[in-house]
């Protein structure tokens, strides 16, 4: 190849990973990934405004993983949500492309050919995960983080110096910064030192840099005492038993589906090659790469595992994709270093094809967490059309994939060898990758052309002011919850969720739980803001503010100094339902001479018709067994009304919801 061929080449693989990434992700107008997206923008919002990352006492800090929110700062804090929603997507696409790059280092440094490097490229990009570039979620950075770090950790390994071990505390460290996750590469790295060099005081002769930053980390932790601070959502991977039951074959799965994505042969002849290289190294270098590709895969296995076991509960690929370029790397060092004879081959073939047989299988699945999910619809598909089960399928085409690439290893030289491999391998890959963006295109049409620019009312009247949330829900949950993440998501202006202690957050991912002063006839978690969204049908509490916006069943007020109410109820839930567990629901109504309207309405077990003696001047409501009841009058506020339900019969009336209040 020419010396201008190599980086031609690769421009046009991160060009082409770009196009095609933006091609699917322009046409994501709505959030796919919930609340995770809302918390990532959030925080980048916030970033923006205070001028540097979040700290542990700021409100959007749940973890120093903020690489993301990071990169995204100047455009969520420049523009409108949906304005930065969808500029962020060009953003995010070059990121993932970008992978490529390391991808070609790493191989390169193993001393393969361009060529080769370039075909592990173009295998790092063509993935279905190519998809989160459409998402605010940390894989997007994360992935080329990941390699940049592992090449970081390569070239320590392979040479070691003091501005090499530099550069891979570095790397780690930015892995790190992209995704919580990757803190267990700090320990790989050093796991990796002792096993390569074989000889502890040559390790700690040649990486002192490593061990006194070793040294200085666990004084830090120690000191910090506060995984959930250093981990963020990952802190759970370290609570309770080190290995949680299922922990292995939930991480096992993880790879199983991974694995599928790519074809399974990459795993394959990955793990022979390791097992080959690791025992009987002849290039340092590359023994230092099967070092790594084994102790990482094992150690992501584990993590990840224990994370989805404690967590997640079912299966998942989005934590363990980030192996794939060490995958295409093993497999292009199989054919071009030769080591990983027949038995080692055929022992790795026979764990691929048990995980091809046990691989879980979920058709119709969508998504763009596990946007591998969506070939499943394939594999069952087509097997059951032809009456065969598709894990048959599955294990027999790992296994012949394999004995293909021995043959092709024993008749062809070297190089030639992983071309004629790599090239089909890159086809069924690309093939993956495109069927499963065509799927999550179609799931994401959107009917709405007006959305999510809609969806900006808040921000629209409050012309640069701070407003709250007031999360609550009056209705079915499951119909309900996408009003309050689109409310809060696609409105900058919105910087605080507030719910009452107890309540559901309903998905909101950040939450101050505080109850009002119902003495004083105040919110105090409200105070500092200038406007407050809620819905219209909540019974629960209202500003003493004007009204000045309505949109989807929801109002924005604007609020007074100090928050001030107009009413507020004490025993009303979510749902309106009145609730004597904690003492008896009462209305307590501010400001003056108030005209108070009120309307009840009894569930099928409340046993009524039941009364309702409010007092302060109101007559009782009698509410029938069905329909609903109203009744109206003048108080002198502050005043508290009785809101307890009595049956004809005697005792509290359960079921029965205040369904709307008026205070004029």
């Known amino acids: 190849m020419s010396r201008f061929a190599a980086p031609l080449g690769l421009a046009a693989i991160v060009g082409a990973a770009f196009a095609w990434s933006v091609s699917f992700s322009s046409g994501v107008h709505e959030f796919l990934v919930m609340s995770d997206e809302l918390g990532y923008a959030k925080q980048a919002i916030a970033i923006w405004d205070l001028g540097r990352p979040l700290g542990f006492h700021d409100y959007y800090f749940t973890s120093y993983g903020q690489l993301l929110p990071i990169l995204s700062a100047p455009l969520f804090g420049t523009q409108s949500m949906a304005g930065a929603y969808q500029a962020s997507h060009y953003l995010y696409a070059f990121f993932f492309a970008s992978s490529a790059i390391p991808a070609y280092l790493l191989v390169r440094e193993l001393h393969a050919d361009p060529l080769s490097a370039l075909i592990v490229a173009a295998l790092t990009v063509a993935v279905p995960w190519l998809s989160v570039s459409g998402t605010v979620m940390t894989e997007v950075v994360a992935y080329s983080a990941f390699i940049w770090a592992v090449l970081a ?148 296995i584990y993590v990840d595992g224990s994370f989805a076991t404690r967590f997640v509960g079912t299966a998942t690929d989005r934590y363990l994709f980030y192996v794939i370029p060490l995958l295409a790397t093993g497999s292009a060092m199989w054919f071009i270093d030769r080591r990983g004879g027949l038995a080692l081959t055929a022992a790795a073939a026979a764990f691929v094809a048990w995980l091809a047989a046990t691989v879980v299988l979920i058709p119709g699945s969508v998504t763009a967490v596990n946007p591998s999910f969506s070939a499943h619809i394939v594999w069952t598909g087509r097997s059951h059309s032809l009456g065969v089960n598709p894990h048959v399928v599955l294990a027999v085409g790992a296994t012949l994939g394999v004995a293909a690439a021995l043959l092709l290893r024993s008749r062809l030289a070297p190089r030639v060898s992983w071309l004629a491999a790599g090239v089909p391998l890159l086809v069924f890959s690309a093939l993956v990758t495109g069927y499963s963006l065509h799927k999550l295109e179609q799931a994401t049409a959107g009917a709405n052309p007006h959305y999510p620019d809609s969806q900006a009312w808040v ?186 339900p009595v049956r004809a019969k005697g005792g509290w009336a359960p079921q029965v919801r205040l369904v709307k209040v008026d205070v004029g």
């Open 153 to 300: 950790m390569q070239r320590a390994l392979a040479q070691p110096s003091l501005a090499r071990d530099a550069v891979a505390l570095a790397g780690v460290g930015l892995a790190f910064l992209a995704r919580t996750q990757f803190i267990f590469l700090g320990v790989v790295l050093l796991a990796a030192v002792l096993l390569h060099e074989r000889s502890i005081p040559r390790a700690l002769r040649l990486h002192r840099l490593l061990w006194v930053a070793a040294l200085l980390a666990g004084i830090v932790l120690l000191l910090n005492n506060s995984s959930v601070r250093v981990l963020g959502a990952y802190y759970v991977a370290g609570q309770g038993s080190l290995f949680p039951s299922g922990w292995l074959t939930s991480g096992r799965h993880q790879l199983s589906e991974v694995l599928l994505a790519i074809g399974f042969v990459p795993g394959a002849l990955t793990i022979a090659w390791v097992l080959g290289t690791v025992g009987r190294p002849r290039d340092t270098a590359r023994h230092a790469f099967a070092v790594l590709v084994g102790l990482i895969l094992l150690a992501m």
């Open 459 to 644: 921000d629209r009247a409050v012309h640069g002011g701070r407003a709250a949330i007031f999360v609550g829900l009056n209705g079915d949950p499951k119909t309900s919850t996408a009003i309050w993440w689109d409310t809060n998501f696609w409105n900058k202006s919105i910087e605080r969720a507030v719910a009452l202690q107890g309540s559901a957050d309903l998905g909101q991912r950040y939450m101050r739980y505080a109850d009002p002063d119902l003495e004083h006839g105040n919110y105090p978690a409200l105070a500092g803001f200038g406007y407050v969204a809620l819905s219209a049908a909540d019974t629960r509490m209202r500003p003493r503010g004007p009204l000045i916006a309505s949109f989807a069943g929801m109002q924005l007020y604007r609020l007074g100094p100090g928050a001030p109410l107009s009413w507020a109820t004490s025993g009303v839930l979510d749902g309106g339902e009145l609730d004597i567990t904690k003492g008896a629901p009462t209305l307590r109504v501010y400001g003056g001479t108030r005209r108070v309207t009120l309307t009840f309405q009894a569930g099928e077990e409340s046993a009524c018709p039941c009364t309702v003696r409010a007092g302060g001047g109101l007559r009782s409501a009698v509410i029938p067994a069905t329909g609903a009841a109203t009744v109206s009058g003048t108080v002198q506020a502050p005043a508290t009304l009785d809101l307890t």
